[in-house]
């Protein structure tokens, strides 16, 4: 069972920038690949990105390409979210999750998931 825990969340004006955490309480976190996603209200979750085991290898899609960056620091068995240029419709709730097969495919399905944190942009 691996349990992960999102912080960083908060409320930011536009154009600004936060950094999401996700912290997993597993030994072998390099043995899962991690993907980032956000729901906002009334709409379906979507895919923000992926980052392979080791992070030599990301996927984002097209809505936040050039703006978020994921990378992994396996040592302290934690996922990053950075996110620059924020824009008022990046308010949602953010989750991490992470499985054991990597794809990068924005409809990979991820075991385990976590509880989501708050991220809104103000105009």
């Known amino acids: 069972q691996v349990q992960l825990v999102e912080s960083g969340g908060g409320l930011v004006q536009a154009g600004g920038s936060l950094r999401l955490s996700c912290a997993a309480s597993?030994?072998?976190?390099?043995?899962?690949?991690m993907g980032w996603f956000r729901q906002a209200p009334g709409k379906e979750r979507e895919f923000i990105g992926s980052?392979?085991?080791?992070?030599?290898?990301?996927y984002y899609a097209d809505s936040v390409k050039g703006r978020f960056t994921i990378s992994r620091d396996n040592a302290k068995n934690t996922g990053y979210l950075q996110m620059n240029r924020l824009k008022p419709e990046d308010t949602a709730v953010y989750y991490c999750?992470?499985?054991?097969?990597?794809?990068?495919?924005?409809?990979?399905?991820?075991?385990?998931w976590g509880q989501g944190t708050q991220v809104t942009v103000s105009s």
């Open positions: 597993v030994r072998t976190f390099s043995s899962y690949a």
């Open positions: 980052i392979s085991w080791s992070g030599g290898s990301a």
């Open positions: 999750a992470v499985d054991r097969d990597y794809s990068g495919r924005p409809d990979a399905k991820y075991a385990y």
